[in-house]
């Protein structure tokens, strides 16, 4: 499975950026029924489950941006997103893109099995 994350870069404290990932192959059936994630860790926190979305939409987000980052999907194209606004200076991380196979229901404590490389996002004050 490849998988690539873009979007990521500097902004300012209050502004947003939309992460993509591009999963430009996948050999283990249907993308329709894959869970969907997105992560990002820091040297000092690990890594954090951000956000999931589920093959009908449903979705979860971790508390810290809840009300802010959006995550969504386009199974045809094999490509998911999170639109990030009112970003923060905490926001400050690698972010990773994952998918779990085989799994109708999405969870933040979910194991995932594949990912991408990663995309820096820098949130200046």
């Known amino acids: 499975v490849q998988m690539k994350e873009s979007g990521g870069g500097p902004v300012q404290s209050g502004g947003s950026l939309r992460l993509s990932c591009v999963v430009s192959?996948?050999?283990?059936?249907?993308?329709?029924?894959?869970?969907l994630g997105w992560f990002r860790q820091t040297p000092e926190n690990g890594r954090e489950a951000v956000a999931v979305?589920?093959?009908?939409?449903?979705?979860n987000y971790v508390d810290s941006v809840k009300g802010r980052f959006t995550i969504s999907r386009d199974n045809d194209k094999k490509t998911f997103y999170l639109q990030m606004d009112r970003l923060n200076p905490e926001d400050t991380s690698t972010y990773y893109c994952?998918?779990?196979?085989?799994?109708?229901?999405?969870?933040?404590?979910?194991?995932?099995?594949?990912w991408g490389q990663g995309t820096q996002v820098a949130v200046s004050a």
């Open positions: 994952a998918v779990r196979r085989f799994s109708l229901n999405c969870d933040l404590k979910f194991e995932f099995h594949f």
């Open positions: 192959e996948y050999p283990f059936g249907s993308f329709d029924r894959v869970c």
């Open positions: 979305i589920a093959h009908d939409g449903r979705s």
